[in-house]
């Protein structure tokens, strides 16, 4: 069964805390994204990766980490220096990243709360 | 730097309308428009993707056209239904390092028997 597994679903975290949000994917794609969502928006991009070994900084990176050891991996940490981190998180990945007919596949997403 | 806007924000109408969602964009140099479900708490269904050389694309009962000089795309639903009933976003991949997406805020829809 392809697809992008995210776990866990619901994850809380405490103030001072680091967090990994996993993603996992078995569609062989180059490329793997991480992006937030907050309530009544629309997704807002943290960091992506074309290849293996190799990120880079979205729109809003600060306060997030991420690692592409393997190519079906592409595990999130939110650190403590992210002020807001309550939001929804959704890993998706494309078979590349650069072309025209690329299309974008999701996971079913983290909700993160900070207690 | 790409901006997406969607209007309107959320839309509601009776079984069986056919009805027309919107999405803008800022800057016309782009890779492709790809349009989403997103049912409550989920994560993004991929509807349909047009590729910057395309006019638009269908499919079932989904028809979505790109005219990237005026910066525009629209979603076209035909005989909606309860179970159209969503959010639905569009996301332009542009920009000098094709990686990056950006999405627009959604519209939601409800579609009431």
């Known amino acids: 069964d392809g697809g992008i597994t995210q776990s866990p679903k619901y994850l809380f975290r405490k103030e001072g805390q680091n967090v990994t949000l996993s993603c996992e994917q078995n569609l062989n794609h180059d490329a793997m994204y991480w992006y937030r969502q907050d309530p009544g928006q629309g997704l807002r991009l943290i960091y992506y990766s074309q290849i293996v070994n190799d990120f880079q900084k979205g729109d809003i990176a600060e306060g997030y980490s991420v690692s592409r050891e393997k190519k079906e991996s592409f595990p999130l940490t939110v650190t403590s220096a992210q002020k807001n981190p309550t939001a929804f998180y959704l890993c998706?990945?494309?078979?590349?990243?650069?072309?025209?007919?690329?299309?974008?596949?999701f996971g079913p997403g983290t909700r993160l709360t900070v207690l | 730097k790409q901006e997406v806007t969607q209007i309107p924000a959320a839309l509601s109408v009776p079984e069986g309308e056919n009805l027309v969602l919107n999405c803008s964009f800022t800057?016309?140099?782009?890779?492709?428009l790809q349009w989403f479900r997103q049912d409550p708490g989920k994560g993004l269904t991929s509807l349909l993707l047009?590729?910057?050389?395309?006019r638009e694309q269908t499919s079932g009962r989904l028809n979505a056209s790109l005219d990237k000089s005026s910066g525009r795309s629209t979603l076209y639903i035909a005989a909606s239904q309860p179970g159209d009933s969503a959010t639905y976003l569009c996301a332009v991949r542009s920009g000098t390092n094709a990686g990056k997406s950006t999405f627009g805020d959604g519209t939601t829809l409800t579609v009431k028997p």
């Open positions: 998706a990945s494309s078979r590349t990243s650069g072309a025209s007919t690329d299309t974008q596949y």
């Open positions: 800057d016309s140099a782009i890779y492709n």
């Open positions: 047009i590729q910057s050389s395309q």
